[in-house]
T-cell receptor, first 116, second 115 residues
């Protein structure tokens, strides 16, 4: 499976500010996804980020709040804008494999965000 | 959209016994069903998956079964060990050939293995 890294691993931010989370993969992948995991909860898909096209957002998530970039096949960023304490979560990127079994997804280590 | 229900939310079994976690999904177009294990403070790890053209898949002590008609799938862990203690998530998605959709997750099962 691909090696996936995220930066930062954790951060504590003040409300009203923004944080950009980076996701780096050691190989080229077509499909990248961003998820949120609120404390003690399951994972919820925020958006799908494919290189060369606009990100596709799930119901309840909007581009103004969670802008996403996907400049190449190994990198993506998610920005959490105008943060409030409700945004405190773990944010995870995942990648789908290219070639066979493209439906399989592997997760990055996550970014633990606390908003005060 | 897809909705995935997962039961039970907590499961406690004696070491060496079997554990079964069940999930149902709502969208008959879903065709890919992975299971993830998440230990405290760590990322979800894929442990097994099944596609809709298969009814059962096994990998050592772990097996998954799929009933497309009833739209439910289950995770079976035999001969449980302390290291199996974790939160397990089922998920569903639809793969259309042009690329996978994102995953819809169940709420998770906290599996506790009692020594």
């Amino acid at each position: 499976s691909a090696v996936i890294s995220q930066k930062p691993s954790r951060d504590i931010c003040q409300r009203g500010t923004s944080l950009t989370i980076q996701c780096q993969v050691d190989s080229q992948v077509t499909m990248m996804f961003w998820y949120r995991q609120q404390p003690g909860q399951s994972l919820t898909l925020i958006a799908t980020a494919n290189q060369g096209s606009e990100a596709t957002y799930e119901s309840g998530f909007v581009i103004d709040k969670f802008p996403i970039s996907r400049p190449n096949l190994t990198f993506s960023t998610l920005t959490v804008s105008n943060m409030s304490p409700e945004d405190s979560s773990i944010y995870l990127c995942s990648v789908g494999r290219d070639g066979a079994s493209t439906d399989t997804q592997y997760f990055g280590p996550g970014t633990r965000l606390t908003v005060l | 959209g897809e909705n995935v229900e997962q039961h039970p939310s907590t499961l406690s079994v004696q070491e060496g016994d079997s554990a079964v976690i069940k999930c149902t999904y709502s969208d008959s177009a879903s065709n890919y069903f992975p299971w993830y294990k998440q230990e405290l403070g760590k990322r979800p790890q894929l442990i097994i998956d099944i596609r809709s053209n298969v009814g059962e898949k096994k990998d050592q002590r772990i097996a998954v079964t799929l009933n497309k008609t009833a739209k439910h799938f289950s995770l079976h862990i035999t001969e449980t060990q302390p290291e199996d203690s974790a939160v397990y998530f089922c998920a569903a998605s639809m793969y259309s050939g042009g690329g996978a959709d994102g995953l819809t997750f169940g709420k998770g099962t906290h599996l506790i293995i009692q020594p």
